[in-house]
C-alpha cells in the first residue's frame, strides 16, 4: 500500500482529494492536514465520508508528513513551494495541486501570482501532470506539478491540431466557462451562490494567471510561441470547465474528426464523441473524463473545439491520483473508473 498524505484537506481539492483516495485499493492515507481543524475527525467535518476515513486532521509539518510515500499539496498558492523540499529531501514523492511549480518562467509566475518564489531551483525539476503529453516523464517524477482546470480543458481541446500543424498558432481564442467551486472554498461575495445564481460573466479579461501556463504548454507542443486570447468566465453552476476554442483553419474537415479519434484512443481519460455532438459538463461530473467534440460552423475556415471536464476531478484531484498512479507504476486508472454522476 502507498503510504499518502494530504495538505490542505479542507478546500474543495482536498476534500476532492479524500473521496478518491479513501476507495483507492493501493492507498493508506497517513496524514491529512488542517490547521483550523487539527485534532477533529475527518468525518465529523465531512460526514460523507464517514465509514471510509477515520482519521484526524493534524498541523502542517515536515515531521507530522514524514511516514508518506507521497504528499498530495491542495494548498492556496505559496504553500507548496515552501515545504516541498524538505519532504523531497526525506524520500517522499510531491504532487502539488497548486501553481508553485508549473511555470518555468520564475519571472513570469511571480509577476502572475504576486509572490516570490521560495525554490526556484525546484521548478526546473518538476514535471508537468498532464498525462496524455509526458506520461513518461510523470513516471520517473519525484515532483509533479498538477495542471489548473481551465489549463487542463484547453490544451487537450488543441492539442491534435497544434500537434500536426494545421491551424493559424498566431490566432487561437479559448472562450471558457467555469463552476463557482473553482474559485475555491472560501467566504468570498463574489462566488456565494445567491450572487452568481441567475448571472453570468466574464472575468480577467485582461489577463488571467492561468494564461501563461496555457501558452506555455501549447508553445512547446507546437516548437514556436502561440498567440492565445483567453477569457474565462462564471457561471452558476458548482462543478464543471465548458471550453470552446477557436482556430483558423484551411483544410479537409473530415480528416481532422478522424484525427481526433487517433490520437487520443488510448487515452482512458479522453473521450472524442462523434460528429456534431454537443459536449455536456454533466456528462462528466464527478469523473476524471475528458469529453471533446470538434466543429467546423458552416463549412468556413474556423474549427471549433468543444471539451469539457469536471474542474475538481480531471482538473484537479483526480488528474493529480493519475499522476500518482503512473509514478508508483499502478495502473493509470486505478481508483479513478468512475462513471459520471446523472442527473
Request: hydrophobic share 40%.
Amino acid at each position: 500500500m502507498i503510504k499518502a498524505g494530504i495538505v490542505g484537506g479542507t478546500g474543495y481539492t482536498g476534500v476532492e482529494l479524500l473521496r478518491i483516495l479513501a476507495l483507492h485499493p493501493a492507498v493508506e492515507l497517513v496524514a491529512v492536514t488542517s490547521r483550523a481543524d487539527a485534532g477533529k475527525r475527518i468525518d465529523s467535518v465531512y460526514p460523507s465520508l464517514r465509514g471510509f476515513c477515520d482519521a484526524e486532521f493534524c498541523e502542517p509539518s515536515v515531521d507530522a508528513l514524514a511516514q508518506c510515500e507521497v504528499v498530495f499539496f491542495a494548498t492556496p498558492n505559496g504553500t507548496a513551494m515552501l515545504m516541498a523540499g524538505d519532504l523531497l529531501a526525506r524520500g517522499i514523492k510531491v504532487i502539488d495541486l497548486s501553481a508553485d511549480f508549473r511555470i518555468k518562467d520564475i519571472t513570469e509566475w511571480e509577476k502572475w501570482y504576486g509572490l516570490t518564489h521560495a525554490s526556484p531551483a525546484l521548478v526546473e525539476e518538476a514535471v508537468y501532470g498532464l498525462p496524455e503529453v509526458n506520461r513518461d516523464a510523470i513516471k520517473k517524477a519525484r515532483l509533479v506539478a498538477c495542471p489548473g482546470c481551465y489549463p487542463t480543458s484547453v490544451q487537450l481541446g488543441f492539442l491534435p491540431l497544434i500537434e500536426n500543424g494545421l491551424i493559424d498558432n498566431r490566432r487561437l481564442i479559448a472562450d471558457v466557462k467555469s463552476g463557482v467551486s473553482g474559485a475555491g472554498r472560501k467566504a468570498e461575495l463574489a462566488t456565494l451562490m445567491s450572487e452568481t445564481g441567475e448571472s453570468f460573466k466574464a472575468y480577467s479579461v485582461a489577463g488571467h494567471r492561468h494564461l501563461p501556463e496555457i501558452t506555455q504548454g501549447l508553445s512547446q507542443v507546437a516548437g514556436e510561441t502561440v498567440g492565445l486570447t483567453f477569457v474565462p468566465h462564471l457561471t452558476p453552476m458548482i462543478r464543471g470547465i465548458h471550453a470552446t476554442l477557436y482556430a483558423g483553419f484551411d483544410g479537409d474537415f473530415e480528416t481532422i474528426q478522424t484525427l481526433y479519434e487517433l490520437r487520443y484512443q488510448d487515452e482512458i481519460f479522453v473521450d472524442v464523441l462523434p460528429k456534431g455532438s454537443h459536449p455536456d459538463t454533466r456528462n462528466v461530473r464527478g469523473s476524471n473524463r475528458c469529453q471533446i467534440a470538434i466543429h467546423q460552423p458552416q463549412g468556413g475556415n474556423t474549427i471549433v473545439v468543444l471539451s469539457v471536464i469536471d474542474n475538481l476531478v480531471k482538473g484537479a484531484s483526480g488528474q493529480a491520483v493519475q499522476n500518482m498512479n503512473l509514478m508508483f507504476g499502478l495502473e493509470e486508472g486505478e481508483g479513478l473508473q468512475t462513471i459520471a454522476l446523472y442527473p
